[in-house]
């Protein structure tokens, strides 16, 4: 069955304390894996997609990673502006034209100042 | 430059009572779709479609009419509502198949 796990469910970092955020995945051939961060009352907003094992993207203090089990989302010297509730969700290539997303139940991150 | 834009934000329907989310997007993108998150589930797929006049449903059906007249607009039926389709409701649209989706701000809905 596919399956999406995300680890730590919370995170409180101090500002300036980097660390990473986990999501392992089952999956029977990966299309892609996509990274979004939610806001309290807001829709997710997209961050990165991964679509094959080694790639890494970066977008200012954020560096999303994926091997074939897992993805990591890197956070350096983070700010309390990057509190929010990150998402991970995969797409299989059998997912068709459903498109449908396996998702994570997320990591909620705190980021004190 | 709207995104995807959904009305209204919070809504409250007693059980038995029908209403409409709406949605519209200004991308025009072929892919929309209709998810809930609900607490220790996660996002669900309700109901998706490809393009004006194809709808389909996702993994929790039950419950939901969808319809899709034009490319832009993307709307949610409840025909009658039950306590169990009280969540959050989020509108996406996407483009090419490895394309991330973009989502609206949400429905709140409860169902008393």
């Known amino acids: 069955e596919d399956q999406v796990t995300q680890s730590p469910e919370a995170l409180r970092l101090q500002e300036g304390e980097s660390s990473s955020l986990n999501c392992s995945y089952t999956v029977s051939g990966l299309r892609g894996l996509f990274w979004y961060r939610q806001d309290p009352g807001k829709g997710p907003e997209f961050l990165f997609t991964l679509y094959s094992a080694g790639e890494e993207k970066e977008k200012e203090r954020l560096k999303a990673t994926l091997t074939k089990k897992e993805s990591f989302l890197h956070i350096t010297a983070p700010k309390p502006e990057d509190s929010a509730t990150y998402l991970c969700?995969?797409?299989?290539?059998?997912?068709?034209?459903?498109?449908?997303?396996?998702w994570g139940l997320g990591t909620s991150l705190a980021v004190n100042p | 430059n709207a995104g995807v834009t959904q009305t209204p934000k919070f809504q409250v329907l007693k059980t038995g009572q029908s209403m409409t989310l709406q949605c519209a997007q200004d991308?025009?993108?072929?892919?929309m779709s209709w998810y809930r998150q609900d607490p220790g589930m996660g996002l669900r797929l309700i109901h998706y479609?490809?393009?004006?006049?194809?709808?389909d449903q996702g993994e929790v059906p039950n419950g939901y009419n969808v319809s899709r007249s034009t490319t832009e607009d993307f709307p949610l039926r409840l025909l009658s509502a039950a306590p169990s389709q009280t969540s959050v409701y989020f509108c996406?649209?996407?483009?090419?198949?490895?394309?991330?989706?973009?989502f609206g701000n949400g429905t709140r809905l409860t169902v008393t």
């Open positions: 996406a649209s996407g483009s090419g198949y490895r394309s991330p989706l973009h």
């Open positions: 969700a995969v797409q299989a290539r059998r997912a068709g034209n459903n498109r449908k997303l396996i």
């Open positions: 991308m025009n993108h072929e892919y």
């Open positions: 479609s490809v393009g004006a006049g194809i709808t």
